[in-house]
């Protein structure tokens, strides 16, 4: 058992940080946990894991349909955002993973790819080694499935994604509805078709949770001398040595330390959280960290810049007969098409929840399910510094709905939710349309429900984008642009992000991430 506060010995959480390792990783969450497994499974490398929040030991965090209940907690860092002029001023709850696993520890546990098009155009817009073809093995060597296709699926890794174990008679349900309104299906999302209606894999195994931390870095806790992992020890700045970062200064029970690393340090941290250290370690818009009271190191626009994460909105109907309490996410189907035929891959998810989903200021009875629809977005946000103290929350805008395209298309996905619910299978159902309601018909009033009804899907990404631009953070090799010794390798990288939840893809990254760092010749010591 994990204790929320270990001792100080190597290999288990909370030991404490100190002195020289080869690679230090900032952040125990999706990537993180990855990166640090996989590096130290070489002997000779010193890996240190640095996570801000606690072990995961809370019991919630382990059983599937207890998920909201973790937001708010100790393993929430419970972040908001700055008011959205496009949710009609709207400040929306961020929730962010302050565990170890990180958000794969308080995530809805929903384990889907995106679609070759997704990382196919990641290699075009500048990070060659990033199409489907050179991913793919990484999202094999991540996973163990059974009976699916071994083209694209893997037998041999630590996650156990698979379809809802004894699923809710609803999620069937809403299969059959979008068959009816003349949708196609997909018998698996993350094999050769990832458009459809179909059963989605959760990171569910045995019945609990399957985060990162569960999957990759517990079972080798105690049995690597290699690798310490320090809990509740918040990193503060970077260190740099001219323009190479050299280690970090961190916080840990009241007291300061600093941590050498020799070869690099890696900052898995999230989103939010990866360029919010680089910037209060004076790497970014050189203007702006001015402003803001922070030294500059080095001149990086692109740092906090295109943020951006799914908008969600969910349509919600009255069940006219009672639903069974949900045993695993309460979400285990979905579907993903275009919102026109001429794009090049998909740009729309509805995610079927037979519970009501929907932000705070709304309501619906507790007997009711929801059609969310979720859209790529266009517009893109920031993340700012508030201030040079590390205490201090960023400032977060992830500029909802801040572009006509957005709006459209989150109108048009509203539409098909409906279409849906009313086919014939949801007849014995459907008692009534509570959100938006059956008077929200003509153009407009769909528009304004839509910018009221408009939340986050927890999917932040893009802060530390990847590529050569000028907006670029870090290169192909996930490099930070002109400095050494740093990488950054998480959602944060995504120049772009897929039309499905990232959590997979994030876990993608840090295979490649450790492969990568496992295969550069750079060495100081």
Not at 72 to 79: N, S, W
Not at 151 to 176: C, H, I, K, W
Not at 259 to 282: C, M, N, Q, W, Y
Request: charged share 20%.
């Amino acid at each position: 058992m994990l204790s929320r506060r270990g001792r100080e010995h190597e290999g288990s959480p909370g030991a404490a940080a100190r002195g020289r390792y080869d690679y230090v990783v900032v952040g125990a969450g999706s990537a993180g946990c990855v990166v640090a497994a996989r590096l130290s499974e070489d002997p000779a490398a010193r890996v240190l894991l640095l996570e801000s929040g606690p072990a995961d030991s809370l019991p919630d965090i382990a059983a599937p349909p207890a998920w909201p209940a973790l937001w708010g907690t100790e393993v929430d860092y419970a972040y908001r955002t700055v008011p959205q002029a496009g949710t009609d001023g709207a400040s929306h709850s961020w929730p962010r993973g302050h565990t170890l696993g990180g958000s794969s520890s308080i995530n809805a546990m929903v384990y889907l790819r995106g679609h070759r098009n997704d990382f196919d155009q990641w290699a075009a817009s500048g990070s060659p080694g990033w199409d489907y073809e050179s991913v793919l093995p990484y999202f094999r060597r991540m996973e163990t499935t059974v009976g699916r296709d071994p083209r694209y699926r893997g037998t041999e890794g630590p996650m156990r994604p698979a379809p809802a174990s004894g699923p809710n008679p609803l999620s069937q349900v809403f299969l059959d509805g979008a068959a009816a309104a003349g949708y196609p299906s997909t018998d698996d999302f993350n094999g050769e078709h990832a458009e459809g209606a179909g059963w989605h894999d959760l990171s569910i195994a045995g019945g609990v949770r399957q985060s990162t931390a569960v999957a990759y870095l517990h079972p080798v806790l105690g049995h690597r001398p290699n690798l310490t992992v320090a809990t509740n020890s918040r990193v503060r700045r970077l260190r740099f040595d001219e323009d190479r970062c050299v280690g970090l200064e961190l916080e840990r029970d009241g007291h300061l330390a600093t941590v050498h690393a020799d070869r690099e340090v890696v900052i898995t941290a999230g989103a939010v959280d990866s360029p919010r250290l680089l910037l209060l370690s004076g790497v970014g818009p050189a203007a702006e960290l001015e402003a803001a009271g922070v030294d500059v190191v080095i001149d990086l626009p692109g740092v906090g810049r295109n943020l951006h994460d799914h908008p969600l909105c969910g349509v919600v109907y009255e069940a006219a007969q009672p639903i069974a309490p949900g045993r695993n996410n309460h979400a285990e189907t979905s579907m993903v098409w275009r919102s026109e035929v001429s794009l090049s891959g998909p740009d729309m998810q509805l995610m079927f929840i037979h519970v009501p989903f929907h932000p705070p200021h709304l309501a619906a009875p507790a007997n009711s399910f929801t059609l969310a629809v979720a859209t790529v977005p266009e517009a893109r946000g920031t993340i700012r510094l508030a201030g040079p103290d590390p205490a201090t929350a960023p400032l977060i805008d992830p500029n909802y709905l801040g572009t006509e395209s957005d709006v459209r298309r989150m109108v048009h996905g509203v539409q098909v939710a409906r279409e849906i619910a009313a086919s014939e299978p949801f007849a014995p159902w459907r008692a009534r349309e509570v959100l938006p309601g059956p008077h929200v018909t003509d153009e407009a009033a769909l528009r304004a429900f839509v910018a009221r009804g408009t939340s986050t899907y927890y999917h932040p990404v893009g802060t530390c984008a990847m590529g050569t631009g000028a907006d670029a953070v870090v290169d192909p090799e996930l490099r930070v642009h002109g400095l050494a010794g740093l990488r950054v390798a998480d959602a944060s990288v995504m120049p772009r992000i897929t039309p499905v939840n990232t959590n997979a893809a994030t876990i993608m990254i840090g295979e490649k991430a450790a492969d990568l760092m496992r295969r550069s010749g750079e060495w100081t010591r």
